[in-house]
Protein backbone atom coordinates (compact mmCIF):
# COMPACT_ATOMS: atom_id res chain seq x y z
CA UNK A 1 0.00 0.00 0.00
CA UNK A 2 2.86 2.44 0.34
CA UNK A 3 4.10 1.60 -2.82
CA UNK A 4 1.23 1.54 -4.56
CA UNK A 5 -1.10 4.60 -5.76
CA UNK A 6 -4.43 4.18 -4.43
CA UNK A 7 -7.24 5.94 -6.57
CA UNK A 8 -10.64 6.70 -5.27
CA UNK A 9 -13.05 5.61 -7.58
CA UNK A 10 -15.66 7.24 -5.42
CA UNK A 11 -14.75 10.65 -6.36
CA UNK A 12 -15.33 10.02 -9.79
CA UNK A 13 -18.80 8.01 -9.41
CA UNK A 14 -20.10 10.74 -7.45
CA UNK A 15 -19.54 13.83 -10.83
CA UNK A 16 -17.41 12.46 -13.49
CA UNK A 17 -17.27 16.15 -14.79
CA UNK A 18 -16.16 17.77 -11.52
CA UNK A 19 -12.44 19.05 -11.20
CA UNK A 20 -11.57 16.43 -8.14
CA UNK A 21 -12.64 13.35 -10.55
CA UNK A 22 -10.58 14.91 -13.82
CA UNK A 23 -7.77 14.88 -11.48
CA UNK A 24 -8.06 11.23 -10.02
CA UNK A 25 -8.64 10.48 -13.70
CA UNK A 26 -5.09 11.38 -14.57
CA UNK A 27 -3.83 9.81 -11.62
CA UNK A 28 -4.93 6.80 -12.35
CA UNK A 29 -3.63 6.81 -16.36
CA UNK A 30 -0.30 7.99 -14.59
CA UNK A 31 -0.46 5.19 -12.23
CA UNK A 32 -0.57 2.55 -14.66
CA UNK A 33 1.63 4.04 -16.96
CA UNK A 34 4.52 4.00 -14.07
CA UNK A 35 3.81 1.53 -12.56
CA UNK A 36 1.13 -1.19 -14.28
CA UNK A 37 -0.76 -1.43 -11.60
CA UNK A 38 -3.08 0.20 -8.98
CA UNK A 39 -5.14 -0.18 -5.36
CA UNK A 40 -8.48 1.46 -5.81
CA UNK A 41 -11.22 2.20 -3.60
CA UNK A 42 -14.78 1.63 -4.65
CA UNK A 43 -17.20 1.96 -2.02
CA UNK A 44 -19.79 -0.33 -3.87
CA UNK A 45 -16.87 -3.55 -2.52
CA UNK A 46 -18.32 -5.28 0.02
CA UNK A 47 -16.20 -7.30 2.13
CA UNK A 48 -19.20 -9.86 3.15
CA UNK A 49 -19.35 -10.77 -0.52
CA UNK A 50 -15.25 -11.37 -0.84
CA UNK A 51 -15.34 -13.53 2.53
CA UNK A 52 -18.46 -15.82 0.93
CA UNK A 53 -16.60 -16.14 -1.98
CA UNK A 54 -13.50 -17.25 -0.92
CA UNK A 55 -15.37 -19.61 1.38
CA UNK A 56 -17.14 -21.16 -1.58
CA UNK A 57 -13.76 -21.56 -3.32
CA UNK A 58 -12.00 -22.91 -0.40
CA UNK A 59 -14.67 -25.76 -0.58
CA UNK A 60 -14.61 -26.24 -4.42
CA UNK A 61 -11.09 -26.60 -4.61
CA UNK A 62 -11.11 -29.09 -1.37
CA UNK A 63 -12.97 -31.78 -3.50
CA UNK A 64 -11.30 -34.72 -4.84
CA UNK A 65 -10.03 -34.53 -8.22
CA UNK A 66 -12.03 -36.81 -9.87
CA UNK A 67 -15.27 -34.28 -8.78
CA UNK A 68 -13.09 -31.13 -9.76
CA UNK A 69 -12.67 -33.07 -13.75
CA UNK A 70 -16.73 -32.82 -14.42
CA UNK A 71 -16.11 -28.83 -14.40
CA UNK A 72 -13.49 -29.05 -16.82
CA UNK A 73 -14.29 -27.04 -20.32
CA UNK A 74 -13.24 -25.91 -23.18
CA UNK A 75 -9.91 -24.65 -24.06
CA UNK A 76 -9.47 -23.89 -19.94
CA UNK A 77 -11.28 -21.19 -20.64
CA UNK A 78 -14.27 -21.82 -19.12
CA UNK A 79 -14.55 -24.58 -16.16
CA UNK A 80 -11.80 -25.89 -14.02
CA UNK A 81 -8.40 -26.02 -14.81
CA UNK A 82 -6.40 -28.53 -12.74
CA UNK A 83 -3.20 -28.32 -11.67
CA UNK A 84 0.29 -28.69 -13.26
CA UNK A 85 -1.69 -27.45 -16.56
CA UNK A 86 -1.04 -23.84 -16.99
CA UNK A 87 2.61 -22.57 -17.74
CA UNK A 88 4.55 -19.26 -17.03
CA UNK A 89 4.89 -17.30 -20.53
CA UNK A 90 7.98 -15.94 -19.47
CA UNK A 91 9.89 -19.33 -18.44
CA UNK A 92 10.27 -19.86 -22.76
CA UNK A 93 10.02 -16.25 -23.88
CA UNK A 94 12.96 -14.43 -24.90
CA UNK A 95 11.25 -10.95 -24.00
CA UNK A 96 10.42 -11.52 -20.91
CA UNK A 97 13.77 -13.40 -20.02
CA UNK A 98 15.94 -10.29 -21.12
CA UNK A 99 13.42 -8.23 -19.02
CA UNK A 100 14.14 -10.96 -15.80
CA UNK A 101 18.29 -10.18 -16.36
CA UNK A 102 17.97 -6.53 -16.60
CA UNK A 103 16.45 -6.49 -13.00
CA UNK A 104 18.96 -6.00 -10.11
CA UNK A 105 19.38 -9.44 -8.50
CA UNK A 106 18.06 -8.84 -5.34
CA UNK A 107 14.69 -7.88 -7.41
CA UNK A 108 14.30 -10.91 -9.66
CA UNK A 109 11.32 -13.28 -9.30
CA UNK A 110 12.35 -16.62 -8.35
CA UNK A 111 13.85 -18.77 -10.79
CA UNK A 112 11.26 -20.16 -13.57
CA UNK A 113 13.52 -21.63 -16.30
CA UNK A 114 13.09 -25.04 -14.82
CA UNK A 115 9.82 -24.83 -13.36
CA UNK A 116 7.29 -26.35 -15.59
CA UNK A 117 3.58 -25.89 -15.31
CA UNK A 118 1.98 -23.75 -11.79
CA UNK A 119 0.58 -26.04 -9.18
CA UNK A 120 -2.55 -23.94 -9.44
CA UNK A 121 -5.91 -24.45 -9.68
CA UNK A 122 -8.57 -21.88 -11.56
CA UNK A 123 -12.19 -21.96 -12.13
CA UNK A 124 -13.78 -19.85 -14.87
CA UNK A 125 -16.87 -18.23 -15.04
CA UNK A 126 -18.34 -16.09 -17.80
CA UNK A 127 -19.33 -13.00 -16.96
CA UNK A 128 -19.68 -10.92 -20.25
CA UNK A 129 -22.72 -9.80 -22.55
CA UNK A 130 -23.67 -11.86 -25.89
CA UNK A 131 -23.00 -9.60 -28.66
CA UNK A 132 -25.97 -9.30 -31.00
CA UNK A 133 -23.62 -10.57 -33.93
CA UNK A 134 -22.27 -13.77 -34.65
CA UNK A 135 -19.05 -13.85 -32.90
CA UNK A 136 -15.29 -15.50 -34.71
CA UNK A 137 -14.76 -16.69 -31.44
CA UNK A 138 -17.84 -18.62 -29.60
CA UNK A 139 -17.42 -19.92 -25.89
CA UNK A 140 -19.51 -22.00 -23.60
CA UNK A 141 -21.49 -21.03 -20.53
CA UNK A 142 -20.58 -23.16 -17.04
CA UNK A 143 -24.06 -23.55 -15.23
CA UNK A 144 -22.66 -23.61 -11.06
CA UNK A 145 -23.57 -21.39 -7.97
CA UNK A 146 -24.65 -18.37 -10.03
CA UNK A 147 -25.80 -16.23 -7.13
CA UNK A 148 -22.30 -15.68 -5.23
CA UNK A 149 -20.44 -15.89 -8.32
CA UNK A 150 -22.28 -13.14 -10.55
CA UNK A 151 -22.58 -10.65 -7.23
CA UNK A 152 -18.44 -10.69 -6.74
CA UNK A 153 -18.11 -10.87 -9.96
CA UNK A 154 -20.21 -8.05 -10.58
CA UNK A 155 -18.67 -6.24 -8.37
CA UNK A 156 -15.30 -6.59 -9.30
CA UNK A 157 -16.37 -5.59 -13.24
CA UNK A 158 -17.79 -2.79 -12.39
CA UNK A 159 -15.20 -1.58 -9.91
CA UNK A 160 -12.20 -2.06 -13.34
CA UNK A 161 -15.04 -0.74 -15.67
CA UNK A 162 -14.53 2.45 -13.81
CA UNK A 163 -10.93 2.56 -13.59
CA UNK A 164 -11.07 1.55 -17.25
CA UNK A 165 -13.27 4.64 -18.09
CA UNK A 166 -11.10 6.91 -15.33
CA UNK A 167 -8.06 5.59 -17.56
CA UNK A 168 -8.97 6.42 -21.00
CA UNK A 169 -9.71 10.23 -19.88
CA UNK A 170 -6.37 10.35 -17.85
CA UNK A 171 -4.89 9.69 -21.61
CA UNK A 172 -6.82 12.32 -23.14
CA UNK A 173 -9.20 10.08 -24.43
CA UNK A 174 -13.44 9.83 -24.38
CA UNK A 175 -14.30 8.05 -21.27
CA UNK A 176 -15.89 5.41 -22.90
CA UNK A 177 -12.91 4.49 -25.58
CA UNK A 178 -12.20 1.59 -23.48
CA UNK A 179 -15.27 0.31 -22.00
CA UNK A 180 -16.66 0.53 -25.57
CA UNK A 181 -14.53 -1.57 -26.85
CA UNK A 182 -14.65 -4.19 -23.89
CA UNK A 183 -18.72 -4.04 -23.80
CA UNK A 184 -19.02 -7.76 -25.46
CA UNK A 185 -15.56 -8.91 -23.84
CA UNK A 186 -15.67 -12.43 -22.40
CA UNK A 187 -14.75 -11.23 -19.07
CA UNK A 188 -13.89 -13.94 -16.04
CA UNK A 189 -13.94 -14.29 -12.72
CA UNK A 190 -11.06 -16.44 -12.49
CA UNK A 191 -10.32 -17.38 -8.91
CA UNK A 192 -6.78 -19.59 -8.72
CA UNK A 193 -6.35 -21.97 -5.80
CA UNK A 194 -3.12 -23.13 -4.27
CA UNK A 195 -3.11 -25.95 -1.93
CA UNK A 196 -1.10 -25.01 0.90
CA UNK A 197 -1.15 -28.45 2.45
CA UNK A 198 0.90 -29.97 -0.61
CA UNK A 199 2.80 -26.79 -1.84
CA UNK A 200 3.31 -24.71 1.25
CA UNK A 201 7.18 -25.02 1.60
CA UNK A 202 9.43 -21.85 1.40
CA UNK A 203 9.95 -20.49 -2.44
CA UNK A 204 7.60 -22.52 -4.35
CA UNK A 205 6.30 -21.19 -7.23
CA UNK A 206 2.34 -21.09 -7.26
CA UNK A 207 2.24 -18.35 -10.61
CA UNK A 208 5.55 -18.16 -12.12
CA UNK A 209 6.77 -15.04 -13.44
CA UNK A 210 4.20 -13.50 -16.23
CA UNK A 211 1.70 -10.76 -17.36
CA UNK A 212 -1.69 -11.34 -18.11
CA UNK A 213 -2.90 -11.02 -21.83
CA UNK A 214 -5.98 -9.55 -21.02
CA UNK A 215 -6.55 -5.59 -20.78
CA UNK A 216 -6.72 -5.62 -17.38
CA UNK A 217 -6.78 -7.67 -14.18
CA UNK A 218 -8.77 -6.82 -11.55
CA UNK A 219 -5.63 -8.06 -11.72
CA UNK A 220 -7.66 -5.49 -21.57
CA UNK A 221 -7.58 -5.28 -17.04
CA UNK A 222 -6.99 -7.44 -14.15
CA UNK A 223 -8.60 -7.46 -11.07
CA UNK A 224 -7.56 -8.89 -7.64
CA UNK A 225 -9.83 -9.02 -4.50
CA UNK A 226 -8.19 -9.53 -1.30
CA UNK A 227 -6.65 -12.90 -0.92
CA UNK A 228 -6.36 -14.23 3.27
CA UNK A 229 -2.73 -15.63 2.34
CA UNK A 230 0.22 -13.45 1.24
CA UNK A 231 2.78 -14.22 -2.03
CA UNK A 232 1.32 -11.88 -4.58
CA UNK A 233 4.61 -9.53 -6.22
CA UNK A 234 4.48 -7.34 -8.63
CA UNK A 235 6.98 -5.44 -10.70
CA UNK A 236 6.88 -1.09 -11.00
CA UNK A 237 7.97 -0.37 -14.61
CA UNK A 238 9.73 2.75 -13.00
CA UNK A 239 11.93 1.14 -10.58
CA UNK A 240 12.35 -2.42 -11.32
CA UNK A 241 11.79 -3.01 -7.92
CA UNK A 242 9.76 -6.17 -6.14
CA UNK A 243 6.25 -5.12 -4.90
CA UNK A 244 4.54 -7.24 -2.31
CA UNK A 245 1.33 -6.17 -2.40
CA UNK A 246 -1.41 -6.59 0.18
CA UNK A 247 -4.65 -5.79 -0.33
CA UNK A 248 -6.45 -4.28 2.99
CA UNK A 249 -9.74 -5.90 4.20
CA UNK A 250 -12.78 -3.65 3.33
CA UNK A 251 -13.64 -1.51 -0.33
CA UNK A 252 -10.06 -1.99 -1.81
CA UNK A 253 -9.58 -3.94 -5.21
CA UNK A 254 -5.88 -3.91 -7.06
CA UNK A 255 -5.93 -3.61 -10.62
CA UNK A 256 -3.07 -4.47 -13.10
CA UNK A 257 -3.02 -3.90 -16.71
CA UNK A 258 -2.90 -6.66 -19.34
CA UNK A 259 -1.40 -7.34 -22.60
CA UNK A 260 -4.75 -5.87 -24.50
CA UNK A 261 -4.06 -2.08 -22.80
CA UNK A 262 -0.74 -2.46 -23.77
CA UNK A 263 -1.09 -3.28 -27.41
CA UNK A 264 -4.02 -0.36 -27.71
CA UNK A 265 -1.66 2.01 -25.87
CA UNK A 266 1.09 1.33 -28.10
CA UNK A 267 3.48 0.46 -24.81
CA UNK A 268 2.65 3.62 -23.25
CA UNK A 269 1.11 1.41 -20.22
CA UNK A 270 2.61 -1.90 -19.85
CA UNK A 271 1.23 -5.17 -18.71
CA UNK A 272 2.28 -5.35 -14.93
CA UNK A 273 4.66 -8.49 -14.12
CA UNK A 274 3.92 -10.40 -11.46
CA UNK A 275 4.21 -13.51 -9.44
CA UNK A 276 2.62 -15.62 -6.97
CA UNK A 277 5.28 -17.26 -4.43
CA UNK A 278 4.59 -18.66 -0.99
CA UNK A 279 7.51 -16.82 1.04
CA UNK A 280 8.25 -15.44 5.08
CA UNK A 281 4.61 -13.48 4.80
CA UNK A 282 2.60 -16.74 3.50
CA UNK A 283 4.35 -18.95 6.02
CA UNK A 284 3.50 -16.86 9.11
CA UNK A 285 -0.29 -16.63 8.45
CA UNK A 286 -0.50 -20.20 7.53
CA UNK A 287 1.18 -20.82 10.76
CA UNK A 288 -1.39 -19.05 12.97
CA UNK A 289 -4.69 -19.06 10.50
CA UNK A 290 -3.60 -23.45 10.04
CA UNK A 291 -4.36 -23.59 14.03
CA UNK A 292 -7.66 -21.71 13.40
CA UNK A 293 -9.09 -23.31 10.84
CA UNK A 294 -8.20 -26.78 12.30
CA UNK A 295 -10.74 -25.83 14.69
CA UNK A 296 -13.56 -25.05 12.33
CA UNK A 297 -11.98 -27.63 9.93
CA UNK A 298 -11.52 -25.34 6.83
CA UNK A 299 -9.10 -26.33 3.76
CA UNK A 300 -6.04 -24.65 3.93
CA UNK A 301 -6.25 -23.80 0.43
CA UNK A 302 -4.67 -20.00 -0.91
CA UNK A 303 -7.52 -18.58 -2.80
CA UNK A 304 -6.51 -15.18 -5.39
CA UNK A 305 -9.83 -13.52 -6.41
CA UNK A 306 -9.33 -12.99 -9.92
CA UNK A 307 -11.12 -10.88 -12.51
CA UNK A 308 -9.80 -10.50 -15.81
CA UNK A 309 -11.57 -7.83 -18.08
CA UNK A 310 -11.33 -8.69 -21.79
CA UNK A 311 -11.67 -6.23 -24.65
CA UNK A 312 -14.69 -7.22 -27.15
CA UNK A 313 -13.01 -10.63 -29.19
CA UNK A 314 -13.97 -9.19 -32.62
CA UNK A 315 -12.65 -5.64 -31.77
CA UNK A 316 -10.11 -4.31 -34.20
CA UNK A 317 -6.56 -4.51 -32.19
CA UNK A 318 -4.46 -1.73 -32.79
CA UNK A 319 -2.37 1.18 -31.31
CA UNK A 320 -3.93 4.37 -30.76
CA UNK A 321 -1.64 6.27 -32.43
CA UNK A 322 -1.61 9.22 -30.26
CA UNK A 323 -0.77 7.50 -27.03
CA UNK A 324 1.90 4.63 -29.37
CA UNK A 325 4.04 8.44 -30.46
CA UNK A 326 3.40 9.27 -26.62
CA UNK A 327 5.02 5.58 -25.82
CA UNK A 328 8.42 6.74 -28.15
CA UNK A 329 8.38 9.74 -26.61
CA UNK A 330 9.12 8.21 -23.42
CA UNK A 331 11.27 5.11 -23.97
CA UNK A 332 13.79 6.15 -26.33
CA UNK A 333 16.47 4.02 -24.91
CA UNK A 334 14.53 0.93 -24.98
CA UNK A 335 13.62 -1.09 -28.13
CA UNK A 336 10.86 -0.13 -30.11
CA UNK A 337 8.12 -2.80 -29.54
CA UNK A 338 6.04 -3.65 -32.41
CA UNK A 339 2.01 -4.26 -31.99
CA UNK A 340 0.52 -5.56 -35.51
CA UNK A 341 -3.19 -4.95 -35.73
CA UNK A 342 -5.44 -8.39 -35.21
CA UNK A 343 -8.76 -9.14 -33.45
CA UNK A 344 -8.74 -9.38 -29.79
CA UNK A 345 -9.66 -12.64 -30.37
CA UNK A 346 -6.78 -13.59 -32.32
CA UNK A 347 -4.63 -12.31 -29.89
CA UNK A 348 -6.12 -14.31 -27.08
CA UNK A 349 -5.44 -17.87 -28.88
CA UNK A 350 -1.61 -16.75 -29.41
CA UNK A 351 -1.50 -15.97 -25.85
CA UNK A 352 -2.70 -19.09 -24.58
CA UNK A 353 -0.76 -21.09 -27.33
CA UNK A 354 2.52 -19.51 -24.75
CA UNK A 355 1.25 -20.88 -21.54
CA UNK A 356 0.18 -23.83 -23.08
CA UNK A 357 -3.52 -23.73 -23.15
CA UNK A 358 -4.02 -23.79 -27.00
CA UNK A 359 -2.49 -26.24 -28.97
Sequence with gaps: MDSLPVIDLDIFLQDPFSQAAIQEAQNAADALIHYGALVVKDSRVAEADNEQFLDL?????????????????????????????????CASDESCLHIIERLAPSERPLDITGHGADPKCRFFWKMSTPPPYETKFPSTLADVWESRLET????????????????????????????????YGPHLLAPT??????????????????TDLNFCEHRASTIHGRSRYPGLHIWGRNSGNRIAVRVPPGRY???QAGKQLEHLTGGLICAGFHEVVVNDDTISVVTVTGCERSKVERPLIRISSTFF???????????????QSAARARTEEEPVTIYPSMLVGQQVQNELKYIALLT
Design 253 to 255: LLV
Design 57 to 89: MEDYFNLPEEELKRAQGIRYQVGVTLEGTERPK
Design 152 to 183: WGKSMKTAVEGVAEMTALGLGLDRASFTDAGK
Design 193 to 210: ASDLRKYGQKNTILAGFH
Design 309 to 323: WHLSSDYELSPIESL
